[in-house]
C-alpha cells in the first residue's frame, strides 16, 4: 500500500490541521514527519477548537493511530501540554500516539541558543517561533542531538548534562542578554520526560513498513510550508527542515516509489508570519481585510500574520518541488466581498518579466505582475456543494486549475469539519 502526502505549499498556516483531519476518515495512520512545536495545526469540531503542535492532527479519530516520526523534534514540556489539553476528550494517547525512537528532543537551552541567535541578528532575525527547532536540527546534523530512543538508556542524563553544558558556553559566546534560571527549566524538563515515557517509543520506519504490508492506509503529514523549506524556500527566512515531499522520506523512512498522492494546500490568499520577502504582500486596506475576516493571528505566538494576494509564480514552483496531484484550496471564504480578486502570475524581475522563482525575493530587485478577476458577494460559509458556489468562484478555481495543470479537489469555506466541499 503506498503513503499519501499532505504538505503546505505556502508559508504555513494553511489549514493543514483542518484538512488532516477531514481526511483521517479515510486512513488508519497518520505520521507527522518534520518540524516541531514550531508548527500550530487547527481543527475545528462540535464547536470547539483545537490546536496541536507536535502531535498529528488524526487524534481525535478513535481509530486512527498517529506516529511522531523521525524527522521531528520533540520538546517534552511542550509536548506534556498537549497531552494535557487531550484530557478532557475520548483520547487515549496511551494506544493512538507512536514517538520514534529516532526523533530529537529539543533541550531547553535549545530554546535560548534560539532566543540569543535571534537577539544577536537584531534586525536581520528570522522571525523564529523561539521553540529551539534551529539549535535542535543543529545539534541533529552536527551528530550531537539527543534522541528519544536515548531516554531507554542508563546513561541519558550523563549526555543530556554534556550537551547542555555545551550550549551554555555557547550562550554566553552570543554576549546578548538573556534571563534564564536553568535549573528551574531543567527541573521542569525532567519531569516532562517522565510523562513522555510513558507513551509507546517506537522504530517507525519498521512500523511503518509492516503496516504498508498489511496494506494499512497511511497520511503523512507535514508542517510549515514549502517555502519555508529549508533548502528550497526563501533562505535564510526559513524554517531548518525539508517540508516539501523529499522530507517525507526521510522523516518518516518511506522509500519515493511508495508515495501515492500528494495533496498540497494552499489559501485562496497569502500569509505569512516572522520576517521574509512577500512580493505580493498588501500593506493597503484590502491586507487589513484579509487579516481580519481570516483571523489572521498564528497559532502557535499569536503574531498577527501579513497578508496578500496569491503568489501563482511560487505556488506552481511549489507543485512541481512537490510533485502534487491534486490541490486543496483554503479560506475561499474570506475573499467573498472582495470586487476584484488579484492574482500574481508573473514577476517584473531585474528590467525582465520572468515566471519562476529567481535566487532572491527582495522587493527591491522584483515586481509582481497580477492578473484581475472580478470576485464574489456570496457568503460561502453555509455552503456544502460544488453546485453551490458561486459563478466568478468557479472561474478562479478553473483559472488556478489551468495554471497549476492540477485538480482543485477540495475548496474549503470555514474553520469547520463540515466546512468542506469536495470536487
Ligand atoms: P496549519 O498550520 O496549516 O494547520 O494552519 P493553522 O491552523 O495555523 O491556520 C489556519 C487557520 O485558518 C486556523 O485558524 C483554521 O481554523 C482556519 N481555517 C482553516 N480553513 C479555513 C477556511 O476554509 N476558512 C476560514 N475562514 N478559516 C479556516
Ligand atoms: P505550521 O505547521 C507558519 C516560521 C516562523 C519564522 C520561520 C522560522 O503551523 O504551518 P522556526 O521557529 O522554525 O525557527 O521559525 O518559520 N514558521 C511558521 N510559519 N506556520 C508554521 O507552522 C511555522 N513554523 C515556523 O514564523 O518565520
Ligand atoms: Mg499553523
Redesign the pocket.
Known sequence: MSVDLLL?LQW???????IVDVLTADYDIIARFQGGPN??????FDGI?H?LHTIP?GIFHPKAINVVGNGVVIDPVIFRGELEKLKDFPVDPKKSLLISRKAHLILPTHRLLDAASEAAKGKAKIGSTLKGIGPAYMDKTGRNGLRVGDLEMSDWRDKYRALADKHEAMIHFYDVDIHYNLQELEADFFTAVERLKELTFIDSEEYLFRAMDAGKRILAEG?QGSLLDIDFGTYPYVTSSNTTAAGACTGLGIAPGTIGDVYG?FKAYTTRVGSGPFPTELFDQDGETMGR???EF??TTGRPRRCGWLDLVALKYAVRINGVTQLMM?????LSGFETIRVCTAYQYKGEQIDHLPYTLEAEHLTPVYTEMPGWKEDL?GMTKASELPETLNAYIAFLEEALQTPIRIV????DRL?TIRR
Not at 504555513?12 to 483542518?18: M, N, V
Not at 508548527?39 to 475545528?44: D, F, K, Q, W
Not at 474549503?412 to 474553520?415: A, L, M, N
Request: glycine fraction near 22%.
Open positions: 503546505g504555513g498556516d494553511e489549514g493543514k490541521g483542518k508548527a500550530g495545526h487547527t481543527l475545528e477548537k490546536v492532527s508542517a494546500i475576516v481570516g483571523n498564528g497559532a483554503m479560506k475561499a471564504d474570506v460559509t474549503s469555506v470555514g474553520p466546512q
